[in-house]
Nanobody, 135 residues
Framework: QVELAESGGGLVQSGGSLRLSCAASRPTLDHYVVGWFRQAPGKGREGISCINIYNGTTYYDDSVKGRFTISRDSRDNAKNTVLLQMNSLKPEDTADYYC?????????????????????????WGKGTHVTVSS
């Protein structure tokens, strides 16, 4: 069992920035694929940014490309944490944001995890953090 805890959500004005964190209950994410997903009111869940920790490849949905950056926390005491830096936020980025992991990085690319919306690919989900971007 792996528990995921998201943090960093909140209210920000359009054009502002937030950094979301996803911390796992295991000491490292070395062989995992980690994704950030969001669900806006009345819409389905979408994968916006995913990273294969094992080989470093990343994927971004077109809606966030160039504005969001996914990375692994580089601090020695945070090898279990993945970050999502969100810049130039827009009102349409308002949503609940979830992180999720697939434990086996050998049979899942970052793109696959995101494009499937996590369906059938995710082993564990976090409980989410809410982001509101005001206009």
């Amino acid at each position: 069992q792996v528990e995921l805890a998201e943090s960093g959500g909140g209210l920000v004005q359009s054009g502002g920035s937030l950094r979301l964190s996803c911390a796992a209950s295991r000491p490292t994410l070395d062989h995992y694929v980690v994704g950030w997903f969001r669900q806006a009111p009345g819409k389905g869940r979408e994968g916006i940014s995913c990273i294969n920790i094992y080989n470093g490849t990343t994927y971004y949905d077109d809606s966030v490309k160039g504005r969001f950056t996914i990375s692994r926390d580089s601090r020695d005491n945070a090898k279990n944490t993945v970050l999502l830096q969100m810049n130039s936020l827009k009102p349409e980025d308002t949503a609940d944001y979830y992180c999720a992991i697939r434990i086996d990085a050998d049979d899942c690319t970052a793109q696959e995890l995101c494009l499937t919306g996590g369906r059938g690919m995710v082993d564990y989900w976090g409980k989410g953090t809410h982001v509101t971007v005001s206009s």
